[in-house]
Antibody, heavy 119, light 110 residues
Framework: QVQLQESGPGLVKPSETLSLTCAVSDYSISSGYYWGWIRQPPGKGLEWIGSIYASGGTHYNPSLKSRVTISKDTTKNQFSLKLSSVTAADTAVYYC????????????WGRGTLVTVSS | QTVVTQEPSFSVSPGGTVTLTCGLSSGSVSTLYYPSWYQQTPGQAPRALIYNTDTRSSGVPDRFSGSILGKKAALTITGAQAADECDYYCVLYLGSGLSVFGGGTKLTVL
């Protein structure tokens, strides 16, 4: 059973960069699949942020592309999210998840971590 | 910008059948969008129910089924139970590595 666990600061100041890491257990991220981030503002729906493939290729939501960077560290079996120039609208629960490349669905999810943007 | 549409809310009686839909702001949903469906209870991460239009994820009861109905993807729940009362999201694959979530449907069982 693949396990994912998000970590990072729960509070970020406006205009700064939000940084989160997702540690993966029981599966090597370099073996395949897409590894990505999804967020959910309080009381609202889910939004796909972007994904990184095992080989390193990335895909980003066009609406966030200018501010997002997803990277991976295969030695630690983890991948990361950086979202720059944050505002209060970026306050959300951030989930990391695995997405298959055959059927393009998110089969394993982390439990999520709340990030609040506030001064 | 592609918008994926879902009913904001739906209500079903216990034991009843309900069909939630997932459409596109312009165009029709087909199997080429690899529709998937997720169930989310309050405070929990989403859980995959259906992928590739009509394939149930491991452990999902056969009360849940997926299909294409007309121009939309559909999730049908038969024999609705109180535990089914939560939010449901669909996801469509747009190609070029891009996924998009629908706005979600809040299902009430009463």
């Amino acid at each position: 059973q693949v396990q994912l666990q998000e970590s990072g600061p729960g509070l970020v100041k406006p205009s700064e960069t939000l940084s989160l890491t997702c540690a993966v257990s029981d599966y090597s991220i370099s073996s395949g699949y897409y590894w990505g981030w999804i967020r959910q503002p309080p009381g609202k729906g889910l939004e796909w942020i972007g994904s990184i493939y095992a080989s390193g290729g990335t895909h980003y939501n066009p609406s966030l592309k200018s501010r997002v960077t997803i990277s991976k560290d295969t030695t630690k079996n983890q991948f990361s999210l950086k979202l720059s120039s944050v505002t209060a609208a970026d306050t959300a629960v951030y989930y990391c998840a695995r997405r298959g490349g055959s059927y393009w669905y998110f089969d394993f999810w982390g439990r999520g971590t709340l990030v609040t943007v506030s001064s | 910008q592609t918008v994926v549409t879902q009913e904001p809310s739906f209500s079903v009686s216990p034991g009843g059948t309900v069909t939630l839909t997932c459409g596109l702001s312009s165009g029709s949903v087909s199997t080429l969008y690899y529709p998937s469906w997720y169930q989310q209870t309050p405070g929990q991460a989403p859980r995959a129910l259906i992928y590739n239009t009509d394939t149930r994820s491991s452990g999902v009861p056969d009360r849940f089924s997926g299909s294409i109905l007309g121009k939309k993807a559909a999730l049908t729940i038969t024999g609705a139970q109180a535990a089914d009362e939560c939010d449901y999201y669909c996801v469509l694959y747009l190609g070029s590595g891009l996924s998009v979530f629908g706005g979600g449907t809040k299902l009430t069982v009463l």
